[in-house]
């Protein structure tokens, strides 16, 4: 199987970009051999990769991501680890209740695999802090879904409290916002930063790290081989955890949603405009409607930014043009400029897109696919989350481990097939736009 489809990421991640320059990245050049091969350096890959080394710490483990570690995927989203159900593309957040508490135990093995990380590599509370999430509300709609989500909440058993408009001015400084709905489950996190420190703790006299090392090619014989442009490993057992991209090496075709969304940075602001500003130096906040704006505030090692995370657009190709993506900045523009009025004047310093992977039926693409050949793709919209469960579980299922968690992932159906290729781009992008004009000032 070769390998033609290779990952394309759309501009310049703000957050890779405010982080010092990494060291010179170390190549495959060689022919080598390994005992476990772990393909992409994401959440799902390094998560893995920390998995094996735990329940085999003697064995040779070799990762091969693509690119730089954060410069893909997994240092392209909005840096929330969320517990609790989280659609993103629908009318609300909550589903079926059994449904929901399964996704909310799942998730919380997720966060706590990272937890575990942050804690053993030493990360500060600006690339790993579990404070929770605020849902915004603009406006009558983001208030109502607000309230509907509490009840689901309450339903549940899981702990909220509601937020009014001064609290919520009093953190973010903009009266932009009605209320907002506080849950304490989830981390917050600087994703480029945390992906660039798990890399850098896991290297070792018997694990090897290989960036900008894409394979191009995938046999198996007795074992797996997997080539790249200078060389190639061969092992027994492969994690692959590259998301969407399962379908580039052969696998799930026609069963997953490639779908990007996008975001824009500000220059570090300055301390004048601090104090325009306003409210504490350091927030996130998802939007109550599901396809409304997700905004953070950062301060630290990267300086003191702001950034606007909305829209979506179905793309089967896992590629964007350069228009769509300026395209999409005039939406941020507005966004920002709606919230923060005070900042006229203050400009974005970098756009980019991220790809995100959906199934239809809301489930990864996870198991054992070919002997010896493991999947931990499609995260369906919670890379960081689900992405580090299922690299985790894979690694579990792949040495024959047990537990809960594994059980509940094996139990749920493979992704269903989608309609064909433009009917399916068609279909998912009109339902989008529906979604976000109604969500109207949560926009």
């Given at each position: 199987?070769?390998?033609r489809?290779?990952?394309?990421?759309?501009?310049?991640?703000?957050?890779?970009?405010?982080?010092p320059d990494?060291p010179?990245?170390?190549?495959?050049?060689?022919?080598?051999?390994?005992?476990?091969?772990?393909?992409?350096?994401?959440?799902?890959?390094?998560?893995?990769?920390?998995?094996?080394?735990?329940?085999h710490?003697?064995a040779?483990?070799?990762?091969?991501?693509?690119?730089?570690f954060?410069?893909g995927?997994?240092?392209?989203?909005?840096?929330?680890?969320?517990?609790?159900?989280?659609?993103?593309v629908?009318?609300?957040?909550?589903?079926?209740?059994?449904?929901?508490?399964?996704?909310?135990?799942?998730?919380r093995?997720g966060?706590?695999?990272a937890?575990?990380?942050?804690?053993?590599?030493?990360?500060?509370?600006?690339?790993?802090?579990?404070?929770?999430?605020?849902?915004?509300?603009?406006?009558?709609?983001?208030?109502?879904?607000?309230?509907?989500?509490?009840?689901?909440?309450?339903?549940?058993?899981e702990a909220?409290?509601?937020?009014?408009?001064?609290?919520?001015?009093?953190?973010?400084?903009?009266?932009?916002?009605?209320?907002g709905l506080y849950?304490?489950?989830a981390?917050?996190?600087?994703?480029?930063?945390?992906?660039?420190g798990?890399?850098?703790?896991?290297?070792?006299?018997?694990?090897?790290?290989?960036?900008?090392?894409?394979?191009?090619?995938?046999?198996r014989?007795?074992d797996?081989?997997?080539?790249?442009?200078?060389?190639?490993?061969?092992?027994?057992?492969?994690?692959?955890?590259v998301?969407?991209?399962?379908?580039?090496?052969?696998?799930?075709?026609?069963?997953?949603?490639h779908?990007f969304t996008?975001?824009s940075?500000?220059?570090?602001l300055n301390?004048?405009?601090?104090?325009?500003?306003?409210g504490?130096?350091?927030w996130?906040?998802?939007?109550?409607?599901?396809?409304?704006?997700?905004?953070?505030?950062?301060?630290?090692?990267?300086?003191?930014?702001?950034?606007?995370?909305?829209?979506?657009?179905?793309?089967p190709?896992?590629?964007?043009?350069?228009?769509?993506?300026?395209?999409v900045?005039?939406?941020h523009?507005?966004?920002?400029?709606?919230?923060?009025?005070?900042?006229?004047?203050?400009?974005?310093?970098?756009?980019?897109?991220?790809?995100l992977c959906?199934?239809?039926?809301?489930?990864?693409a996870?198991?054992?696919?070919?002997?010896?050949?493991?999947?931990?793709?499609?995260?369906?919209?919670?890379?960081?989350?689900?992405?580090?469960?299922h690299?985790?579980?894979?690694?579990?299922?792949?040495?024959?481990?047990?537990?809960?968690?594994?059980?509940?992932?094996?139990a749920q159906?493979?992704?269903?097939?989608?309609?064909?290729?433009?009917?399916?781009?068609i279909?998912?992008?009109?339902?989008?736009?529906?979604g976000?004009?109604?969500?109207?000032?949560?926009?």
């Amino acid at each position: 199987m070769k390998i033609r489809n290779l990952p394309v990421d759309p501009g310049m991640s703000g957050w890779h970009a405010i982080l010092p320059d990494p060291p010179p990245a170390e190549l495959l050049e060689q022919n080598i051999t390994a005992d476990w091969l772990v393909i992409g350096g994401g959440f799902a890959g390094l998560a893995a990769t920390r998995r094996l080394m735990q329940l085999h710490p003697n064995a040779r483990i070799v990762l091969l991501e693509a690119r730089r570690f954060a410069e893909g995927p997994a240092g392209r989203n909005s840096g929330f680890m969320i517990d609790l159900p989280h659609h993103l593309v629908s009318d609300a957040y909550g589903g079926a209740m059994e449904h929901d508490l399964a996704v909310i135990r799942a998730n919380r093995v997720g966060i706590g695999f990272a937890a575990e990380m942050a804690q053993e590599f030493g990360f500060s509370d600006e690339v790993f802090a579990q404070s929770g999430k605020i849902n915004a509300a603009a406006g009558a709609r983001g208030h109502q879904l607000n309230l509907d989500y509490a009840r689901h909440l309450g339903q549940l058993g899981e702990a909220h409290e509601h937020l009014d408009a001064t609290q919520m001015h009093a953190m973010t400084g903009t009266d932009f916002y009605c209320g907002g709905l506080y849950t304490p489950g989830a981390a917050i996190i600087q994703p480029a930063a945390f992906i660039r420190g798990v890399a850098a703790a896991l290297r070792s006299a018997r694990v090897s790290l290989f960036e900008n090392t894409p394979v191009v090619e995938m046999s198996r014989n007795q074992d797996w081989t997997a080539k790249t442009p200078k060389g190639a490993v061969t092992a027994p057992r492969v994690i692959l955890a590259v998301n969407g991209h399962a379908q580039s090496f052969g696998h799930f075709k026609r069963r997953l949603l490639h779908v990007f969304t996008y975001a824009s940075m500000t220059r570090d602001l300055n301390a004048q405009e601090c104090r325009l500003l306003g409210g504490v130096p350091r927030w996130g906040v998802t939007p109550a409607d599901p396809m409304g704006t997700t905004v953070r505030r950062i301060s630290g090692t990267g300086g003191d930014r702001i950034i606007i995370r909305n829209r979506f657009t179905c793309d089967p190709s896992m590629q964007v043009s350069a228009r769509r993506l300026a395209n999409v900045g005039r939406s941020h523009d507005k966004a920002f400029a709606a919230r923060f009025p005070m900042l006229k004047g203050v400009e974005m310093a970098y756009r980019w897109g991220g790809r995100l992977c959906l199934s239809r039926n809301d489930v990864p693409a996870f198991g054992e696919i070919d002997k010896g050949l493991f999947s931990a793709c499609c995260q369906n919209g919670l890379g960081t989350a689900k992405g580090t469960l299922h690299g985790r579980l894979a690694a579990d299922l792949a040495s024959g481990e047990k537990s809960d968690a594994l059980t509940e992932v094996l139990a749920q159906p493979g992704p269903v097939r989608l309609p064909p290729r433009p009917l399916t781009a068609i279909g998912a992008n009109a339902v989008m736009r529906w979604g976000e004009f109604k969500a109207g000032r949560e926009i």
